[in-house]
Every structure is written in C-alpha cells, then in structure tokens.
C-alpha cells in the first residue's frame, strides 16, 4: 500500500499568462458557451519539506496541466544534447565503453541504430539516445517515455534503474504523465500532482529485486525482444 509522506499545498501567488482578445476567442467563447477574459491563472504545489537530499530516483507523476513541469524546475533545468549531424550516435559518448554501457542503460539495444546520425533516427531511438546522454547526478527529465510504447518503456525503466543504482549516480529526477512506469523505475519517492502527495518509493510487493523477479517472470527476454527487433 502506498504511503503518503506529506501532503502538498498550493501555492498562494498564482502564475498568470495573458493573450490578447480576437475574434477567433469570441467565436469560441460562442461556440463553447463560455467566458474568458484573456488570462490565465495557476496555482503550483509547493515544494515538500520532507524530501530527501540524497536520493537515488525521484519520480514526479501526473496528467498533463497537473503541474509536474512546474515542479521540476525546483530540481535544476533539462541538459538538452547537441548532435553532430556528422558523426554516429556511438561516437558521441567518453568513451566506446561509456557509450555501449549508456545506451544498454536505456534500452537502446538496436545496434545498427548506433551507427546512424541523430537526424535519421525514430522518435523512439532519439529519446532514448537523448536520454543515454543525459543520465548523470543532478539529471532531470521531463516527458519521461512519452513518444514510445509502453512496452518499450517499461523495459527501458528497468534498464535505467538497475543502470543508476548499481553506478555513482544520485539525485535524478524524472517526470512524467504515465504511472504505468512507476513501479518498474523503483524510485526512492514519488510526487504525485494528481492527488497532491508525495508518496514513499514504489517497489515490488514481495520486495524481491527487479533482476530476480525478471528472471523469474521471462519478462526480460519479451522486453529485449522488443527493443531490437
């Protein structure tokens, strides 16, 4: 059973944004039966008092709007990759070593993709190698899996869990609107903006470890599978 840490509160100063009324508004507003005066407020959660400092994974879990986004910003801003439009994605990486370990780490397991440039790449494969590049202390993510299927993002979840906490790697935050997910990342703790809590770290019921209990399952196989065809 979940449990819950602290429960969050609202900010008392809301963000505002602001457009300018036209007719496509008013045309809208006619159609929809409603009213909008040209702003837009929003209300964020406050950051919790009772996070840790040290921490393995933190997951920040919630549908679109929740205020996920808001709150990640707390954690340090989003490393964004540049690409050499000349090189391979293998080529990218300290060292060859670094590099098969990091994308192994992400499920990026489709080899011949390795050698390609970003550009040419699916939008499965650059979010992946975007996020080989990223995983590091401090890291945070925001969109986590949102453009593969949820196959692939479950087996990438454990590929990155098991690839954090077995290395010198600490702090990173993740966000994302897909719960699904959150069991198999085995975060220390979760903030839910849904319900506005943040809750203890998911882990399996019977608390036996994810390479245990994939061995025992075969999921890791199907997942592989997955990935590389």
């Not at 837009?40 to 879990?61: A, D, R, T």
């Not at 839910?192 to 608390?207: A, I, P, Q, Y």
């Not at 994939?214 to 592989?224: F, K, P, R, S, V």
Request: proline share 4%; glycine share 6%; with cysteine.
């Amino acid at each position: 059973m979940e449990k819950v840490i602290e429960k969050l509160t609202r900010e008392s100063e809301p963000l505002i944004s602001s457009v300018s009324r036209d007719e496509f508004i008013t045309a809208s507003e006619k159609a929809f039966d409603c009213v909008f005066d040209g702003i837009s407020k929003f209300y964020p959660w406050k950051m919790p008092s009772k996070l840790p400092s040290k921490f393995k994974i933190g997951v920040i879990v919630g549908s679109s709007g929740s205020g996920k986004s808001t709150l990640l910003k707390n954690f340090g801003l989003e490393e964004q990759p540049i690409w050499d439009p000349t090189k391979s994605i293998i080529s990218h990486f300290e060292s060859p070593d670094d590099g098969i370990n990091r994308l192994g780490s992400v499920g990026f397991n489709t080899i011949p993709s390795w050698y390609k440039p970003y550009s040419v790449l699916s939008n499965g494969e650059k979010f992946r190698a975007d996020l080989a590049r990223k995983v590091k202390s401090g890291a945070v993510i925001d969109e986590y899996t949102s453009v593969v299927d949820r196959t692939v993002a479950k087996a990438a979840s454990i590929a990155l869990s098991r690839y954090i906490k077995t290395n010198d790697i600490e702090n990173v935050v993740i966000s994302t609107c897909h719960h699904d997910i959150v069991e198999w990342l085995e975060p220390d703790w979760v903030l839910n903006t849904d319900t506005g809590e943040l809750l203890h770290g998911f882990f399996l019921s019977d608390h036996k470890s994810l390479s245990k209990y994939i061995e025992q399952t075969m999921i890791a196989g199907e997942c592989l599978k997955t990935i590389t065809i």
